[in-house]
């Protein structure tokens, strides 16, 4: 295959799986022990062979270099590539606007909220949800953080998209409230949201948001 410009892959065949199996049974690996050598899952593994997801960039460097092989071995000899310059490419680290943000909060799930308390910053898991455009947060009524309300809060949750080799960070820091028990029928009937598994989590904390920015990053 001829030198291509330094830059970002865009196109990858889709007979790149085959080749990436073909290659691990050879050596005898495992998924598991491909996904070691690699630094991938192995079920992100799995779906790549079966066709099921594309082949990111960066994944088939990882995988050459774990197969004892190269980019061009797996992706087949005389397939098209496609290259954007490498002073073409986006930022590795780009902000994210408020708008965005919210967005990309919408659909609730896990978080980590930290606090300081008399003896040392606290830093917790939590379950949120979003609410009249406001964060929501589910906890134990006689926890930490429940005691804290009233105080400001930083809450910060992401996401790792390892098959696009990107993923996205949103923060925001505002100052944590009880809501009202209406308030908590609302959000019950509206979201659907499960508790933190383990324990009771009857008591919910809405974050008056004061500042809320992300990041997008990239690996690729």
Sequence with gaps: MPESPPGHLRIVPEDAGGRIAARRVELGLTYDRLAELAGMSPDYVRRLEEHRTQVSPNAVLRLARALGTTAEALLGEGTLIAYVPADERPPPVQPLGEAECRRLLAPGGIARIAFDTEAWPEVLPVVFAMAGGVVVVRT???????AFAGGEVWFE???????????????????????????????????????WAGTIRDAYLRIRATSIAGRRLRTG
């Design 140 to 146: 134990s009524s006689s926890g930490p953080l429940a």
């Design 157 to 195: 949750t992401d996401h790792l998209d390892e098959t696009r080799c990107e993923g996205w960070t949103v923060r925001v820091t505002g100052t944590a409230a009880r809501i009202t028990a209406a308030e908590v029928r609302a959000l019950r009937e509206r979201s659907g949201e499960r508790p």
